[in-house]
């Protein structure tokens, strides 16, 4: 094992370990849900019409500071694209504004740039923006998890892995769907343990198009992992599972700091 692994090994066990906040996953039956990063137009344009087809819904990461841009993942979203996912249903999130990385800004400056993706949701677009966030680039540090875990109701990351039977809504486990339709035993595999584990599984992707980026999906894998995952699991966004794990909308509480009341 190299160096570089071995120290990416030790930083996801200390991140894991450290300034968790739990919630027992007690459910009757198994979560999957789908989510967005940044999020690229195809990602709503053909990703949101996949999900529509077959009846569920999703959630997106919004960097509003991406919007009307371009970059390797293709055109980025547009104001519109927002109220129309929103109207059809899907959670809004947010992944910072100016989509830095936790590791190369100060811990102020990024809690900053987390407040203002937040603010600019509402005051740019007019729309509601849950308390749900994903850190951009998957990086995550010490300082951040323990910061933005009493800010947010949670903060998704990308260490692979199912969430239960214990949940730490500090660092969600997500998986990368990304590549062809080569992928999707991968996917099957994932989605049938997750059925045994009655666990709650979070895929996470960017675009959506027939030539996708590395860190994209071709239409054909979204649209198979979705009905895979629909024979055997509810599929919700982030929010409405937080709902069922709580039973009811959850808060932070002020009694049990670290802890969901």
Not at 203 to 231: I, K, M, W
Request: proline content about 3%.
């Amino acid at each position: 094992m190299s160096l570089r692994s071995t120290l990416g090994t030790v930083r996801r066990t200390w991140l894991s370990s450290c300034h968790r906040r739990t919630v027992a996953l007690e459910n009757s039956v198994p979560f999957v849900s789908f989510t967005f990063d940044d999020f690229p137009r195809s990602a709503y344009t053909t990703g949101g019409a996949i999900l529509r087809n077959l009846g569920i819904r999703g959630t997106y990461y919004v960097a509003m500071g991406l919007v009307n841009t371009s970059n390797d993942l293709g055109d980025q979203f547009r104001i519109e694209d927002l109220h129309a996912a929103a109207a059809e249903g899907h959670e809004l999130a947010t992944h910072t504004f100016s989509h830095h990385s936790s590791r190369r800004v100060s811990l102020g400056a990024f809690q900053e740039d987390v407040r203002k993706g937040r603010s600019a949701v509402r005051e740019i677009a007019g729309l509601g923006v849950s308390q749900n966030f994903a850190y951009p680039y998957g990086e995550a540090t010490l300082a951040a998890k323990q910061a933005l875990g009493k800010e947010m109701m949670s903060c998704r990351g990308i260490y692979g892995g199912w969430n239960g039977p214990v949940v730490d809504l500090n660092l969600l486990k997500a998986n990368s769907l990304y590549g062809n339709i080569d992928r999707l035993k991968t996917m099957e595999r994932m989605i049938l343990e997750n059925e045994k584990r009655k666990g709650w599984l979070i895929f996470y992707t960017h675009d959506v198009r027939q030539n996708p980026s590395a860190y994209g999906c071709t239409p054909e894998l979204l649209e198979s992992a979705g009905r895979v995952a629909r024979s055997g699991a509810t599929i919700l966004p982030v929010a409405e599972v937080l709902q069922h794990l709580v039973g009811t909308e959850p808060v932070l509480s002020d009694n049990a700091p670290g802890r969901i009341s």
